[in-house]
């Protein structure tokens, strides 16, 4: 096929919006129980109901939807996690409108009478004689939710609490004899990236047979995924050393399993998750991250060395073993990502379910180029660069093309190289994208999270300000036409090089904060001394606040912006947009505001998804002068304060 000269941006594309907004179905928390594989799945064409799906792991017999009908998710520190666990046939999770569902094998699920309806419920961990499910619950009501470890009865109305002395608890496992329970615990003001300690305390038939004691941990060390081993070794990812790496719990206090330059956990946005776990001979397997790439090894801890796999991915995540078989949702630079089963003897592989089904032509397909490029004070900042990719159309002789710089939410996150079609929606129309791992993204290591600690909204945006020089000065981009955007932190990110930078044309904030100091003052529980780590403390240096709020700074909105909000959203509320909107109206900038109503922080619906990813892609084309197509139903163009809307 012939590839005519085509402008950068208004390239014919196979992936229309709808399209990329219908691969956005997200595949996670892997388990295994006997023959099956469980998993959930997050459905954006169902509203962004969250279901249970399993499947034989040999691939025969089909799916089968375990939750017909019903949203399976957990809101315990509102971003939930540890939705559900299959246990010998049965299925428990946490029901999105509260409480706790039980259901067996072709049964209907009903609540589980030890629960609270109207409390919240996750990290669920039942103990080895099937008489209780240990798992976090956090109670709303005046002031501060409260979080607590209980017990619920599998047998009865019973409910023990188990721990309520800390602000946050996290990850309960059972020893395999089920004589002690470990878990995690952590206070004000740190994340769980920042300081956790490990827990443990005996157990017995009728629940706790002591108290907890501390065994690990402490200020300057997050503890993750305590785990034990067959013969009852406590075993734990710490991040001591400046890596999360694994360690075990012996006599003479802890051990180092397998010292790594590679992060073996992340941080804990959410509950539940797992990168390390044993097989049936006692082997430790873990998933190890290193220069934004995963990888599925076996440690031996004789020879503390880390033997990887030869995998076709470059994301693994949900890492579940139980006898000699793996599960986990394996991702890649080029294909969609699935649930796979691994038996850990042979090497064979399965793959149950993709996320999506791709039916394109690799030409069509940017691959990522993991990149590291200067930035400010002398340091080094990490990026995935992806080139316009196309067999439809080729830029004009001399052309660059524009730069979408997109910054990742958290912003104690990562960016990832798996196969996105709502970023190559991007690539595939002639745009060049780079996804910044900037200064404190997870992934490099506990000293790089710590270079954003007292420098939100400074050294984030220096790293994709220098990214974007990076894709000029290697003559992928155009420097007249370098476009920022970002989700909620990422989309303060974006609004911070739009109002504090030079460098940027335009840019959409896709439920960006604008107000750090609104912020500081209504966040939730999880994360309301957050920002005193990111950018100092509260309220006494509220001047910092306002200097790195755009919001405050009115008279410096000169860039055309695009705001994407959700009507329902609590931690950036709609105010806040508008405000921001009428600023650029009043000294006639371009931009536009698309409201979305039933939508929050962070949007789930397919149609939602859709309209913001067309509606960019119009509004670069308006403010940057290249066919975009007609505007998305709901977007439209205002140049001035009460009017011209077109």
């Not at 992936?15 to 892997?30: E, K, M, N, V, W």
């Not at 690799?362 to 196309?390: K, T």
């Not at 309209?611 to 290249?626: D, I, K, P, S």
Request: hydrophobic share 40%; proline share 8%; with cysteine.
């Amino acid at each position: 096929m012939s590839r005519p000269e085509t402008p950068c941006g208004a390239w014919p594309s196979p992936i229309d919006a709808p399209l990329a907004a219908g691969a956005a179905r997200r595949l996670s928390q892997t388990q295994l129980d006997g023959e099956h594989v469980y998993w959930l799945e997050a459905r954006p064409e169902e509203g962004g109901r969250q279901t249970v799906v399993r499947a034989r792991a040999d691939g025969g017999g089909g799916l089968l939807e375990r939750t017909p009908g019903r949203n399976v998710r957990s809101r315990v520190h509102e971003y939930g996690g540890g939705d559900y666990r299959a246990f010998r046939g049965r299925l428990y999770g946490a029901d999105a409108e509260g409480g706790v569902f039980a259901c067996g094998e072709g049964g209907p699920a009903r609540p589980l009478a030890s629960a609270r309806g109207d409390a919240r419920y996750g990290d669920f961990a039942p103990s080895p004689d099937g008489r209780w499910l240990v798992c976090v619950e956090e109670e709303h009501g005046e002031g501060e939710p409260k979080n607590r470890l209980v017990a619920l009865s599998l047998r009865g109305a019973e409910r023990i609490v188990v721990a309520d002395r800390h602000d946050f608890v996290s990850s309960p496992r059972f020893a395999p004899d089920g004589s002690r329970l470990a878990f995690l615990s952590w206070e004000h003001p740190d994340m769980p990236w920042d300081a956790t300690a490990l827990r443990l305390l005996p157990w017995r038939e009728d629940g706790p047979a002591g108290p907890a004691r501390g065994v690990a941990g402490g200020p300057g060390e997050s503890i993750a995924q305590p785990l034990f081993a067959p013969d009852g070794e406590l075993r734990f990812v710490s991040d001591r050393s400046g890596w999360w790496n694994p360690w075990a719990l012996r006599a003479g206090g802890a051990s180092p399993l397998c010292p790594l330059a590679a992060e073996l956990a992340g941080p804990a946005w959410v509950l539940g998750l797992s990168t390390v776990a044993h097989d049936a001979d006692g082997a430790l397997w873990a998933v190890a991250r290193a220069g934004g790439r995963d990888r599925l090894g076996r440690i031996d801890v004789e020879k503390q060395r880390f033997e990887p796999l030869a995998l076709p991915y470059d994301g693994i995540e949900g890492l579940a073993i139980e006898g000699r078989r793996a599960a986990f949702v394996g991702s890649a630079a080029l294909r969609p990502p699935a649930v796979c089963a691994l038996d850990l003897a042979t090497g064979a592989l399965r793959e149950l379910r993709e996320a999506f089904a791709l039916a394109l032509d690799p030409a069509d397909l940017s691959p990522p180029e993991a990149v590291d490029f200067a930035s400010e004070e002398g340091r080094r900042a990490y990026a995935f660069l992806y080139r316009p990719a196309s067999r439809r159309a080729r830029p004009r002789r001399g052309e660059r093309p524009p730069l979408l710089v997109r910054s990742h939410g958290g912003p104690t996150a990562a960016a990832s190289p798996a196969l996105r079609l709502g970023l190559q929606y991007w690539t595939s129309r002639g745009y060049a994208v780079i996804d910044v791992d900037y200064a404190g993204s997870a992934g490099y290591g506990r000293p790089y999270r710590a270079l954003l600690d007292g420098h939100w909204g400074v050294r984030d945006v220096a790293d994709c300000a220098a990214a974007a020089r990076f894709a000029v000065e290697q003559g992928v981009a155009d420097p007249a036409r370098l476009l920022a955007s970002g989700g909620s932190a990422g989309g303060y990110t974006t609004l911070c090089l739009l109002v504090f930078r030079d460098e940027f044309a335009a840019g959409a904030s896709h439920y960006g904060i604008g107000d750090l100091e609104q912020l500081a003052r209504d966040t939730h529980k999880f994360e309301a001394h957050y920002l005193e780590r990111l950018v100092g403390p509260w309220p006494a240096r509220a001047d910092l606040y306002r200097a790195r709020s755009p919001a405050r700074h009115p008279e410096r909105l000169a860039r055309p912006v695009i705001f994407f909000q959700g009507l329902d959203d609590r931690v950036v509320p709609p105010a806040q947009t508008f405000e921001m909107a009428g600023a650029l109206a009043r000294r006639g900038v371009p931009h536009a505001v698309v409201a979305f109503e039933g939508e929050a922080h962070g949007f789930r619906r397919a149609e939602t998804l859709a309209t913001a990813l067309a509606g960019e892609h119009w509004f670069y084309g308006r403010v940057l002068g290249f066919d975009a197509g007609p505007a998305p139903a709901g977007v439209r163009l205002a140049a001035s304060e009460g009017g011209a809307e077109r």
